[in-house]
Nanobody
Framework: QVQLVESGGGLVQAGDSLRLSCAASGRTFPNYPMGWFRQAPGKEREFVAAISWRSTTYYTDSVKGRFTISRDNRKSTVYLQMNSLKPEDTAVYYC?????????????????WGQGTQVTVSS
């Protein structure tokens, strides 16, 4: 069992930066691929970024070059550094842990989810 708690969301202006954190409990954290997803009002949840246990990364096209996912296995924490934020990045951001040997994991393979943190980007 893994419990995930996100933090770091907030209200920023377009062009600003935010860093989200996701603290995980569970002794096997280093073994899990981790991902960030987001859900905007009225839209389906979408994949943002993923990181393997070896810190291989994968991003959706809309955030490439602006967002960076990283992890610190000693702290059982995964991060999402978000730069050059745009109003369309406004959403609730969720971190998730996958039970998968695939890379990148399929969306349905993410089994554990955090409660989400709100990111609002004003124009």
């Amino acid at each position: 069992q893994v419990q995930l708690v996100e933090s770091g969301g907030g209200l920023v202006q377009a062009g600003d930066s935010l860093r989200l954190s996701c603290a995980a409990s569970g002794r096997t954290f280093p073994n899990y691929p981790m991902g960030w997803f987001r859900q905007a009002p009225g839209k389906e949840r979408e994949f943002v970024a993923a990181i393997s246990w070896r810190s291989t990364t994968y991003y959706t096209d809309s955030v490439k070059g602006r967002f960076t996912i990283s992890r610190d296995n000693r702290k059982s924490t995964v991060y999402l550094q978000m730069n050059s934020l745009k109003p369309e990045d406004t959403a609730v951001y969720y971190c998730a842990a996958a039970l998968s040997s695939n890379w990148p994991p399929r969306n349905y393979e993410y089994r554990y989810w955090g409660q989400g943190t709100q990111v609002t980007v004003s124009s």
